[in-house]
């Protein structure tokens, strides 16, 4: 926190108004279902991206992070698609987003520090996108993060920043996660409506940890798979007849299949996400019932599922998911957007180093780059920090 601060005066020449944060997330399960109108359950995490801001007088957007890039300046008025270049581009195009809505928004200064791990599929995006509106309202008092209500509107905001300015077609899971997420919590998110259920996940009392697996492997989302994997849904809905893959209910999934059989792109694409919708709905159940090993067996099917039939997967991922259920995990998934980012894994406390230990040297083996972990705890969503 002190470094964001300390980065704003060194960069701008003077203290900041004020300190906002947003955090990253993991989705526990229900991947790739979000832009198809389905339900998504991410939690939050301590990790965090830092805005500190200073409002501006001139209707210019001064921004600098402590990842690099030095500063990008760009008036208010010409923020645009792919305007203002690189990083900034998240960053502003919230202020541009928030100005679309109609919302008075003024030229700012903005400095950012960030513990989310970039690229790594843990959302730093939304993070820096969640740090940047949480300033944004507070500084020209839009009360945005008054309560879970004022706060969806915002994600709505920051997922249309991230589509329209930064040019990456995702989902609203992310900012979801990153504004209304709850200390404690994941929340069950329908994309089709934006509801939001806080559901408790507490994994200490049943003597389990959600181990993170940052395989350091390339992610890089606004690349052509997304995209595709994306239209090819599209197509499938078209040709079902129904808006999304959403209206597929798990109990027509066979028959559903069984017209696209002609083509094997839509058949499988369409086998992911109508099973991973009921695979979320599950896996709340399972939680609410204290049925753990259930939840295990759940993100290993969802792991499976992305892996043969929504093939998003890559060979750092599946060595991650099957070494760690091979020293004792519950269960593993990869989470995010896949080809690379990081996989998720419930291991009982006392097998958590033996779990590490194992993924460490396959990957050894294997001669890919050194992965990283962390235990991941569900932390509250954005806020003022100071
Ligand atoms: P993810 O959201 O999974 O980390 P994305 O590709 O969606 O990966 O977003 C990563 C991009 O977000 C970076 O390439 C950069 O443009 C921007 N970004 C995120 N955090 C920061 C930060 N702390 N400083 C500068 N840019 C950042
Ligand atoms: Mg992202």
Redesign the pocket.
Known sequence: MSAVTDHFLAVFGEDPEGVWESP?RVNLIGEHTDYNDGLVLPIALPQR?YAAARRRADGLVRLS???G?GVTEVALHDIAPGVPD??GR?AAGVLWALREAGHLVGGIDVA???T?????????????EGAVAAAASDLFGLGLLADDGTRATLAALCQKA?NVI?G?P?GGM?QAASLRCTAGHAILLDCRNGHVSQIPFELEQHGLVLLVIDTRAE????DGQYGKRRSACERAAKELGVASLRDVPYSHLADALHRLEHDPELFKRTQHVVSEIQRVRDTVEALEDGELAEVGLLFTASHLSLRDDFEVSCDELDLAVDTAIEAGALGARMT??GFG?SAIALVPSRLVPGVEMAVLSAYEHHGFTKPAFFRATPAGGARRTQ
């Open positions: 990253g991206t992070s402590t990842a890039g690189g990083w998240y950012i520090d960030s989310v791990p970039i690229g790594a599929g843990l959302s730093s995006s939304a993070a820096l991230e930064a990456a995702t992310d992610h890089e989302l606004s995010g957007g980012g």
